[in-house]
């Protein structure tokens, strides 16, 4: 079996608030293999741009990891590196795209300008740098080429626009393609097209199918819409209260989901041939005292008295079927052991 | 039996305000020593004829034996020219000086508001136009200038002084709140009372005004200080508080040609005026932090 | 007319006049409404559905065109000139919970404001009553009714602007995007909620949304806008199962669904391609000519005209002749 891209192990994330420290991650395991597109799914609160913050460690300055935490990028600990080291994962290895394009691009900058400030500044950080002098003008066309690649049209007029100038569905276009000005082993979506119209979505998610195609880049793709997972994604884990809950194969998942949350989730999602199921009572716990045990288990209506006690392990459903739920400790299912 | 547990709840509810805006406000220490400096400064105004040493001294009073004693146990803040005990004009003059904060605060604040209210609601009309054309003008002629013409103007004295802040200084209140209407106006539930027929009133000063507060009572902590200064500064020239009227600036003023032998006339009542201002200031940091909204 | 009619919509046109020309929100808009049934207009951004909302509530009034309420009156009128009757009759809900709520105000406050400002219920105590009423309608506690905006979740928030929308006796409510900004399990609540109340009712709904599986789910009746027109108008079951208009079978293969029973649905000759133009200085011709895969040479001259292809179901397009 290949070594992962990316393993995060044991991940605990709290906050430092006016009123106690919120424990918002709490053991999250996340596996990736090169060239493999997985999806985070959950709902507003859950933690899942947490998670991704902590792999690009761009947390708030109140923000506690434990010790025990690792996120193991190619084998390295991401969260014991210095900061050269993480600039230079930032600029060549990992990139993020943000969920709002318009807030995540400078706007008193012309587009051109900072394509060309991420180029300079990646090759600053690659291994043969050629020294530089020699940086100095093959910027723009390798620039216009990069805009072509994210099929906006007329690049040249891109090139001198500022971000006002531009509709949403180009602007996300302009952050993927600041994400691949070179080559990256991991790109991560945050809820990409969330506040893009459908139809300029749909255009999105073909170019980043497209993208990584080609590139066989890992892509990790977080929403909380299970559409765009099933669209995108290879595995689908499903995150609820900073942990996870499920984990499986997306043809799997959907067929055949198997934790509360995600039966609820999936049931809830209005149906295109007709079909609206109940929503789930409840909200999300409070992180400064979270629930003891199970944290869905307030809003779950397959409760046991163990729900509150102790905090579920991972069962194994089948091979790549995983799920922490302590309906399954009685159906025979072994404890996941990773 | 519905009533009566809603009318209960009602109460603790506004209790419940009040205890949370002061939870936010006492995080900050800083805030919490202003308060209570204040707190103090208050007390001593209110009862500046029972606790200072010497009440007359805020009046007519002459005692040259005792003129111009330095700091000494039985006046602590030393004697001024006349004999006057320092210390309990300077526990007068406080009062002046609130008393002078207090009225101008409130008139600059409220006729400032009211017309920033009107302006920014009634934007992209001729209401606007006037309003705000009329405080552009007012502004853009510096503070204490004005104040010092106006004053010049008139008989000087306390009054006029307070006057004339008022009139140089409500424009900076219109245009807080203009601001803050014209952002706010385009809101949600601004249109919801709107199209539920709430009157102009209604929606101006129960819907709008009640998130501006905020910006608002913070300016107002700052402009407390500043009030204090420019009256003293007025009563400083002479513009203002007349003889024997034991005003913290002309206190200030009249102690000058002491400096240097002679100290304490002249720095004693500037640092009250420095110390009450600070306290105002801190003030102004809590207030800021006690209506920040949790999280839901 | 018909008596049954709670709205009936005649060419109804709201511009903007802005420094770089005009924007042609809605631009010629004519639909009607039935008693009970929730008429549903899906459209993206820029498309003038959020208008249409404004100017039925009378927060904009129509540039041009009639809408006649309940077959008597025309109500193209500012909310300022309505009559009191008709402001408590047609009620909006908002898209943003976040900004519908004066964030100054206690739940209870802003319950009661419009019924102070109809002057409903002399007492207190009468008001208070229907607060409670109106609160358990939308399955919230009377625990709510001292919490403000910012302590309670996106999802409860809308709860309170519909029980706003209630608590007047309205007949007809205009939902705009009411759920967009809340989670699949908490839209799923408040969508439920709102099909109760209007069995229990007999109110009338017109639902505005960018969410094709949801308008599914919800709507009797769909009208699809592009660029301040309507393109096709028909019943829900129909309007999936036999999509005509181009920009109809576009947006519905754009929608990515959580099934494969979902998948058989979506048209497969057309994908997304190109951007809504701006609404300012529109175009001659067809609204959708820059993005139609389907063009003819008559799209680019002329602007097409309604068809009836069924009993109810209407389409505007050059493809479609009578």
């Avoid at chain 1, 393993?7 to 990736?32: S, W």
């Avoid at chain 1, 180029?119 to 950080?125: I, R």
């Avoid at chain 1, 609206?276 to 045990?293: A, R």
Wanted: with cysteine; net charge positive.
């Amino acid at each position: 079996m290949s070594k992962e891209l990316l393993e995060i192990r044991d991940l605990h994330v709290g906050f430092k608030v006016f009123n106690g420290i919120a424990k918002v991650i709490d053991g999250v395991n996340i596996k990736l293999w090169p060239s493999e597109k997985i999806g985070i799914v959950g709902e507003t609160g859950c933690g899942k741009t947490t998670t991704v913050k902590a792999i690009m460690r761009i947390l708030s300055r109140n923000s506690l990891i434990t010790h025990e935490s690792k996120i193991l990028f190619e084998g390295k600990n991401i969260l014991k590196m210095n900061n050269s080291e993480i600039q230079k994962i930032r600029s060549n290895k990992i990139a993020m795209v943000f969920e709002d394009p318009t807030s995540s691009i400078n706007p008193v900058f012309n587009i051109g300008t900072q394509l060309k400030d991420i180029y300079k500044y990646s090759l600053s950080y690659e291994e043969n740098n050629p020294g530089k002098k020699e940086l100095k003008d093959d910027f723009k066309p390798k620039v216009i080429q990069i805009l072509k690649n994210v099929y906006l049209p007329d690049p040249k007029r891109i090139y001198q626009s500022y971000p006002i100038q531009l509709s949403g569905g180009m602007l996300q276009r302009v952050s993927i393609a600041m994400a691949l000005i070179n080559k990256k082993k991991l790109l991560i979506f945050d809820e990409p097209g969330t506040s893009l119209d459908v139809t300029i979505k749909d255009q999105i998610f073909r170019l980043i199918t497209k993208v990584i195609s080609e590139e066989k880049t890992s892509i990790i793709l977080i929403s909380h819409n299970l559409g765009d997972i099933r669209h995108i994604a290879e595995r689908v884990y499903v995150m609820y209260a900073g942990r996870i809950v499920e984990v499986a194969k997306t043809k799997e998942f959907f067929d055949n989901p198997v934790h509360p949350y995600s039966k609820g989730l999936l049931l809830a999602t209005p149906k295109l041939s007709g079909g609206l199921g109940e929503g789930i009572s409840g909200h999300i716990p409070d992180y400064t005292n979270p629930p003891k045990g199970c944290r869905f288990h307030p809003r779950c209506k397959y409760r046991m008295p163990i729900c509150s006690e102790k905090k579920p392990p991972l069962f194994n459903i089948d091979d790549s079927h995983q799920v922490t739920c302590f309906l399954f400790q009685n159906k025979g299912a072994t404890i996941n052991e990773n | 039996m519905l009533k009566n547990m809603n009318i209960q709840r009602e109460k603790s509810k506004k209790w419940d305000d009040a205890k949370r805006g002061w939870y936010n406000y006492s995080r900050n220490f800083i805030s919490v020593m202003g308060l209570v400096g204040i707190l103090i400064i208050v007390f001593i105004a209110i009862f500046a004829n029972y606790i200072s040493p010497s009440p007359e001294s805020a009046a007519v009073y002459v005692n040259f034996d005792e003129a111009l004693q330095p700091p000494s146990l039985s006046h602590i803040c030393g004697t001024d020219e006349m004999g006057r005990d320092v210390l309990s004009r300077i526990f007068f003059g406080l009062r002046i000086s609130l008393y002078m904060v207090v009225i101008v605060l409130s008139l600059m604040a409220s006729f400032g508001i009211v017309m920033g209210l009107i302006a920014g609601y009634f934007n992209n009309s001729y209401i606007e136009t006037i309003i705000m054309r009329i405080a552009d003008m007012l502004l853009a002629i510096p503070g204490l200038l004005l104040a010092l013409v106006i004053c010049s103007l008139l008989t000087p004295n306390i009054t006029t002084a307070m006057m004339a802040m008022t009139v140089a200084w409500w424009p900076w209140y219109c245009r807080i709140v203009y601001g803050l209407t014209t952002s706010i106006k385009g809101e949600a539930y601004i249109w919801s009372a709107e199209v539920s027929g709430a009157s102009y009133t209604h929606i101006l000063f129960k819907e709008i005004l009640p998130n501006c507060l905020s910006p608002i009572l913070t300016k107002m902590t700052l402009d407390a200080g500043l009030i204090i200064l420019t009256g003293a500064s007025i009563s400083f020239i002479g513009l203002g508080a007349q003889p024997p009227t034991p005003e913290l600036g002309s206190m200030v003023s009249s102690g000058v040609k002491f400096l240097p032998e002679h100290w304490w006339v002249s720095l004693s009542p500037a640092f009250a005026i420095v110390i009450v201002i600070m306290c105002f200031n801190f003030i102004g940091d809590g207030i800021a932090s006690m209506f920040e909204k949790g999280e839901g | 007319m018909k008596t049954d009619d709670v709205l009936t919509v005649d060419c109804l046109k709201k511009y903007f006049i802005i420094p770089q020309g005009t924007v042609k929100a809605v631009n010629g808009i004519s639909f009607f409404v039935k008693r009970g049934e929730t008429f549903g207009i899906v459209g993206e951004s820029g498309s003038g559905k959020s208008t249409v909302a404004y100017v039925l509530s009378g927060i904009y009034r129509a540039t041009e065109g009639n809408i006649i309420y309940k077959g008597k009156y025309d109500i193209n009128k500012n909310f300022k000139k309505r009559s009191s009757k008709l402001k408590r009759d047609i009620q909006i809900v908002f898209q943003n919970p976040g900004s519908s709520l004066n964030p100054s105000k206690r739940i209870k406050e802003i319950l009661e404001n419009p019924l102070k400002c109809h002057n409903i219920g002399k007492k207190k105590n009468d008001r208070e009553e229907k607060i409670v009423e109106v609160l358990e309608m939308v399955g919230l506690s009377t625990g709510y009714m001292y919490k403000y905006p910012w302590m309670i979740g996106g999802g409860e928030k809308q709860l309170v602007a519909i029980a706003r929308a209630l608590i007047l006796d309205p007949s007809l409510i205009l939902l705009d995007e009411p759920t967009s900004s809340l989670d699949v399990s908490v839209q799923a609540k408040v969508i439920n909620c709102l099909i109760q109340i209007q069995k229990k009712f007999n109110l009338t709904y017109i639902f505005i949304t960018h969410d094709l599986s949801l308008m599914r789910n919800v709507a009797s009746r769909i009208a699809i806008m592009y660029l301040g027109k309507i393109c096709e108008v028909a019943q829900s079951s129909e309007f999936f199962d036999n999509p005509l208009h181009p920009y109809t079978r576009m947006l519905i293969s754009s929608v990515m669904v959580v099934s494969e029973e979902e998948e058989k649905l979506k048209p497969k000759d057309i994908t997304s391609i190109g951007e809504i133009p701006s609404p300012i200085n529109v175009p001659l011709g067809c609204g959708f000519y820059s993005r139609c895969p389907k063009i003819i040479e008559i799209c680019k001259r002329e602007d097409p005209s309604f068809v009836e292809i069924k009993k109810g179901h209407i389409v505007r397009c050059h493809l479609f002749k009578k």
